[in-house]
């Protein structure tokens, strides 16, 4: 038999939920402690705050996933992609430009007013939620893909010795050509 994919256990999806949340709550708490008399950074608060922001669309997407409501919205999940890799690409080009000019400038880390590094970090940080947002939309679109194939009335042959588990397997005989 040949494994087509394997779908998420409720136990990972409750996991990457919780983690996204997480990253939300690190990217507000960020931007509001930069904002604080002597440490703003604009830098480092524009990045806080935008990283929350793909941290957010990454949790709503795991919650759509697992309550099963982007099965009408698989052709939107290609959007999803498109802006995880546009993230992406604003995460790690503002990622590279904060360590040089945190280079150039021999950036202090002590001061937090001018710290460049900081802000490479919160642009990596919204690299990383982008890439979470681009990775798990092309994998639930997959998915979701891969299961509107299943033919009906053929579950016996696609599960086979294993159940009625998460693996889902291509069917050895095709009987539908």
Known sequence: MVKMAVAPTRGWLIFRICAAALGISAGILVGIYFCSPGKENPHVIFWGFFSSLW?????VLH??????????Y????????YAGAFGQLLGVSSF????V???????????????????SVWSFMTWKWSFV???????YRHLLLEE??????????????????????????????
């Open 148 to 177: 509107a194939l299943i033919p009906v009335g053929g579950e016996d042959k696609l599960y086979g010795e294993y159940g009625h588990g998460n693996i889902v397997t291509a069917p050895e005989s095709s009987s539908f050509t």
């Open 74 to 81: 698989v052709n939107k999940l290609k959007g999803w992609m």
């Open 55 to 59: 941290a957010l669309d990454a949790m």
């Open 63 to 72: 919650i759509f996933y697992m309550k099963g409501k982007l099965r009408n």
């Open 101 to 119: 000019l945190g280079i150039v400038f021999h950036d202090n880390l002590k001061d937090f007013r001018h710290s460049y590094f900081i802000a």
């Open 133 to 139: 947002l681009f990775w798990y939309s092309r994998e």
């Open 96 to 99: 590279i430009v904060y360590i």
